[in-house]
């Protein structure tokens, strides 16, 4: 079945289907590298593509129960996406046990970790070799789509400790025994010092670590607690190191970090959403408000080349477009949002 | 000497110094001691505010001259439980050893860093010492400085800024710090002629991975510490101090703190910090004088003699992410501190000084302690034995720009030498491979202060080093 995945539009051939397995053909006739994802209710992702280059096509198999669904066409990689019904017809999906559930939330989650994981090892490649072809505007270009794929699974990368330094650390972390590597280092040369010289050593040590990170995430334990804490973490850094600008201190790329922590938190929600629905449904219901509201929020800062704020590459507006008033907002929604992320955990783990 | 009431006098002063002690004004500030340098004030012989008032209050006014004599007079106006000035209120000013160390933590912190003016000489700073010590040696009384703050010539302005009229001394100490930049400036330049003279303990503190430092809250030429149980008396000390080094130094930063976090006394029950987390259950003792003289006093040999008596302040202003660590489970919580939150006790245990068992495993095989919590991180046996005397308080500057609570710890800790105690500890917690709960913290202000030992009667501050 094939689905037109555009700028402003997301053509599926189909949007009545019968229960059973389905493959979407994807291709990307929107300027941008885009993704396509399959939606339950609570926007719980039955089957995504990432990274889908523009003129580009991918295929995205799925298993659909009887049930309402949305595909979503995200261009950009960011936003709510532009939607579309689809509506499955015969064989409900069996009742799950609550452990089913969790465990399907598990299952779930370790595939986009390492969905995201090696989007984030495609990416770091088309960033390195922009570099290595001596091309600025390209590497300038290609670092916002990195980062969005490294923010998405930032818990579980810091969780190798001595890993996610060397990719992600900042030059207030630097010491005489640690240089200032990693992402950040190259951000720093690329924006503000506007050179690719002396860029290569580190990206290429980036790519390696990058790596690196894509083999251990396959061995990292999962559990339903893990994954609330996660989620939790993401909105902290959110709190802590975006809404505050300060990671992404020389490309101005701020809200593009945001979106992912946003992104990376909404997946671990809706995986574990079937099992929190049952356990506490006011906490889901709390949850499928803040969540869009928030996205929503962000998506008043996404910016077209010619806007003003508009970096290339990224979808959003330079972080020193925004006002001190729009700033508060996105401080304060993110604060909304930390408090029931913060209960997920006792949820899960509740007897 | 003697009280006697004067109503009709010009000059009525409701308090005033003995008269062999020099007015701490702005004119003592610019002469030379130590031929003005401020005679004894024990605490026996300060008049409390309260006192005062009392004495106003039947219409009484105190003359000059209130000496040993007058304060017997006094007493007889206002009659204290014990005979004693205000049992209690008064910690002395004058030892061995500057107050405020290791006395046992008061409710109130306002802590002030100053930098010295471009055209500051070595005169200058060395009057400012002397008019400091002089206000002192009121301050901590609970007197006025100068001719007071309603006692003086009505057509000037009053010495004292009067906002501590009625309050007693509220164990008010004053402690006096001398920062790295008054030995050798950024510019590596020996302003005051006293680069030799700098002890090697006093080296710059190294960056520490995560700092996320504010160059405005960090360093200072000077600091000065005014701890006291009323925060309205801590914070009259500053004012007046820093009344008085103006046109000498300015206040680069200051920070009022409330609600101790540390106990530095068995006397005192451990509070809570913001986290909501008892602070300093760990914290060494005033009253085991070994591990004070061991830890805390730089000991005669340490480095220059001036500092022998002394000990080295390390402040560290650290902002709490107070709302995502509010929205943190208790079990995150207390896995990130290493104890539970209710009782202070570790992992496993049920009182608050149970020994912290870093070995000890649950049921499921994993350390009870997790290998990064905070405690196990600071603790002295992870530290080649490094212990520090805490003495730091929580604060709230109110809001941020995000509507969000600027609040913390203003972390104070003294020692004998912050190369190998604070440097030592602040290594093994900062990072983010390292304590836990450096993910709800950030390091915004530092700073780091010789501070020399006590004063004696007839001296100025830090006198020694100027000689």
Not at chain 2, 273 to 300: L, S
Request: with cysteine.
């Amino acid at each position: 079945m094939a689905v037109k995945a555009g700028d402003k539009n997301c053509e599926v051939a189909s949007v009545e289907l019968a229960a059973g397995r389905h493959t979407f053909a994807v291709t990307n006739t929107a300027s941008q590298v885009t993704e396509v994802y399959v939606y339950a209710a609570g926007d719980r992702i039955m089957g995504e593509v990432e990274n889908v280059g523009p003129s580009t096509k991918r295929n995205l198999i799925v298993d659909l129960p009887a049930g309402e669904y949305q595909v979503a066409c995200k261009p950009g990689m960011v936003g709510d996406g532009i939607r579309t019904a689809l509506k499955v017809t015969g064989k409900a999906a069996p009742p799950q046990t609550l452990d089913q559930n969790l465990q399907t939330a598990v299952t779930s989650y370790q595939t986009y970790v390492e969905s995201e994981t090696q989007a984030l090892v495609d990416t770091t490649a088309t960033f390195v070799a922009a570099i290595s072809s001596g091309d600025l505007a390209k590497a300038k270009e290609a670092y916002p789509a990195v980062r969005l794929h490294y923010e998405r699974i930032e818990p579980i990368a810091e969780s190798f400790g001595d890993l996610d330094p060397l990719i992600d650390m900042r030059i207030d972390d630097a010491t005489p025994e640690t240089p200032f590597v990693g992402f950040h280092a190259i951000e720093q040369k690329l924006f503000e010092q506007k050179t690719l010289d002396a860029t290569q050593p580190l990206a290429t040590a980036l790519s390696t670590n990058v790596g690196k990170l894509n083999e251990l995430v396959k061995t990292v334990e999962l559990t339903p607690l893990v994954m609330a804490n996660g989620a939790k973490s993401l909105l902290d850094e959110v709190a802590a190191s975006k809404v505050t600008g300060e990671e992404e201190r020389y490309s101005r790329i701020d809200l593009v970090d945001f979106a992912g922590n946003v992104d990376g938190a909404k997946y671990v929600y809706s995986a574990l959403r079937p099992a929190l629905q049952e356990k506490d449904p006011e906490l889901v219901s709390t949850l499928d408000k803040r969540f869009p509201a928030l996205v929503g929020l962000l998506d008043t800062h996404l910016a077209k080349p010619g806007d003003n704020g508009y970096i290339p590459g990224s979808p959003y507006v330079s972080y020193d477009t925004l006002t001190p008033e729009q700033v508060k907002a996105l401080a304060v929604e993110v604060d909304a949002i930390s408090e029931p992320i913060g209960q997920i955990a006792g949820v899960v783990t509740s007897k | 000497m003697s009280t006697s009431p004067d109503p009709g006098g010009p000059h009525g002063r409701e308090s005033q110094p003995a008269p062999d002690s020099a007015p701490a004004s702005a004119s003592a500030a610019s002469a030379p001691a130590p031929d003005s340098a401020p005679a004894p004030a024990p605490a026996s012989r300060g008049f409390s505010r309260r006192r005062v008032v009392g004495l106003l209050g039947g219409a009484a006014v105190v003359s000059a001259g209130v000496g040993a004599g007058g304060t017997a007079a006094a007493f007889a106006v206002s009659t204290t439980d014990d005979g004693s000035p205000e049992s209690g209120q008064t910690v002395p000013f004058f030892g061995a050893n500057q107050a405020g160390i290791v006395t046992p933590v008061q409710d109130r912190l306002h802590f002030a860093a100053f930098d010295l003016g471009a055209t500051a000489t070595r005169e200058d700073l060395i009057a400012l010492l002397t008019a400091w010590t002089n206000a002192a040696t009121h301050l901590t009384v609970g007197t006025d400085v100068g001719t007071g703050a309603v006692t003086g010539e009505p057509g000037a302005p009053p010495d004292d800024t009067g906002e501590a009229l009625g309050l007693s001394a509220a164990r008010l100490t004053l402690t006096f710090g001398f920062g790295t930049s008054l030995f050798t400036d950024a510019t590596g330049k020996d302003r005051f002629g006293l680069a030799a003279s700098r002890p090697p303990q006093l080296a710059d503190l190294p960056a520490f991975p995560g700092d996320a430092l504010n160059p405005a809250l960090c360093g200072g030429d000077l600091c000065v510490q005014a701890c006291a149980d009323d925060p309205q008396v801590a914070v009259h000390a500053i004012r007046n101090l820093a009344r008085l080094a103006r046109g000498t130094a300015s206040v680069r930063y200051s920070q009022l703190g409330f609600g101790r976090t540390s106990s530095t006394s068995n006397a005192q029950v451990t509070p809570r910090n913001m986290m909501g987390f008892k602070d300093g259950t760990a914290n060494i003792r005033a009253e085991d004088t070994a591990i004070m003289n061991a830890q805390v006093w730089v000991q005669p040999g340490d480095g220059p003699a001036w500092m022998t008596g002394g000990s080295y302040l390390v402040s560290r202003r650290i902002r709490m992410l107070i709302e995502p660590w509010d929205s943190t489970p208790l079990t995150e919580q207390e896995r990130v501190i290493g104890r539970a939150k209710g009782s202070g006790a570790p992992p496993g245990k049920s009182d608050e000084f149970d020994p912290l068992d870093f070995g000890a495993k649950g049921a499921d095989g994993e350390p009870l302690i997790d290998p990064n919590a905070h405690v196990r991180l600071a603790h002295s046996s992870h530290n080649n034995g490094a212990v520090i005397l805490r003495r730091g308080y929580s604060f709230t500057n109110g809001t941020d720009d995000l509507g969000r609570l600027d609040a913390g710890l203003f972390f104070i800790a003294y020692q004998r030498d912050p190369r190998t105690q604070f440097v030592t500890i602040q290594k093994s917690l900062a990072g983010k491979a390292n304590d836990a709960l450096n993910e709800y913290i950030q390091h915004v202000g530092s700073g780091l202060f010789a501070c020399p030992p006590g004063v004696q009667p007839g001296e100025y501050l830090g006198q020694k080093l100027f000689e």
